[in-house]
């Protein structure tokens, strides 16, 4: 299967601890992006990035959360001293070589759960 | 502000029959639009999506109708079947140098052996 994989699948964290979020993009994209969904709400866009680039950031907080997509490796999402409202779904997408009007494909999503 | 409205949180449709789920939107710069099935615990799947330069795109069941005076697509399912019953996320993207997506909330489709 040579969709967009994300892992872990659910993850639990107390308040204060760290998250970290993991997106492999399809085979062939260079082109990442991610995404939160709250309970009963649409996906909001956080970030996206390239390849040792972020792109847009207009998304995310401005505390507490960071992206990379290194030259090797899945792109990660990190959260740290995590709170009660950072409890959501956060899904990745990805695209192959940017052009106008070019699909997102998303992965299976991570399930957050902050005690 | 919500630039993306599904305004019907929920449809149901008898199976054979067509389901059309609406999405408006406010901001005139979006050009690209796409519709996005999700089940629970999965991500969402791409189905179908239009250009701003179309007002029709057809793909087996599936067809969007961009209505762009209006501000306002649907997408029409035809014939229904009972595994359409999923969450469909009306999508926007303006293209202008940054590739967000902006979602709608959803309609929840159930469609009824």
């Known amino acids: 299967n040579a969709g967009v994989m994300q892992n872990p699948r659910h993850l639990v964290r107390r308040r204060g601890q760290e998250a970290r979020l993991r997106c492999s993009p399809m085979?062939?994209?260079?082109?990442v992006y991610w995404y939160r969904q709250l309970p009963e709400e649409g996906l909001k866009f956080m970030v996206y990035?390239?390849?040792?680039?972020?792109?847009?950031e207009s998304g995310m907080p401005k505390e507490r959360f960071s992206a990379e997509f290194p030259k090797e490796g899945p792109s990660i999402l990190r959260i740290q001293q995590v709170v009660r409202g950072d409890s959501a779904a956060y899904f990745c997408?990805?695209?192959?070589?940017?052009?106008?009007?070019?699909?997102?494909?998303f992965g299976p999503g991570t399930r957050l759960l902050v005690l | 502000d919500q630039q993306v409205k599904q305004n019907s949180p929920s449809l149901s449709v008898q199976e054979g029959r067509i389901s059309i789920l609406n999405c408006d939107y406010t901001?005139?710069?979006?050009?690209?639009f796409l519709w996005y099935k999700k089940y629970p615990a999965e991500g969402p799947t791409f189905l179908i999506s239009i250009s701003s330069i179309k007002d029709k795109n057809e793909d087996g069941r599936f067809t969007v109708f961009l209505n762009k005076s209006a501000k306002h697509l649907s997408l029409h399912i035809v014939p229904s079947q009972p595994g359409d019953s999923a969450v469909y996320f009306c999508a926007a993207e303006t293209g202008a140098g940054s590739y967000q997506l902006t979602f709608g909330k959803g309609t929840k489709l159930s469609v009824i052996p």
């Open positions: 997408a990805s695209s192959p070589d940017r052009a106008l009007q070019e699909t997102q494909y």
């Open positions: 901001n005139s710069m979006f050009d690209y």
């Open positions: 990035l390239q390849k040792e680039n972020i792109i847009d």
């Open positions: 085979k062939g994209h260079s082109h």
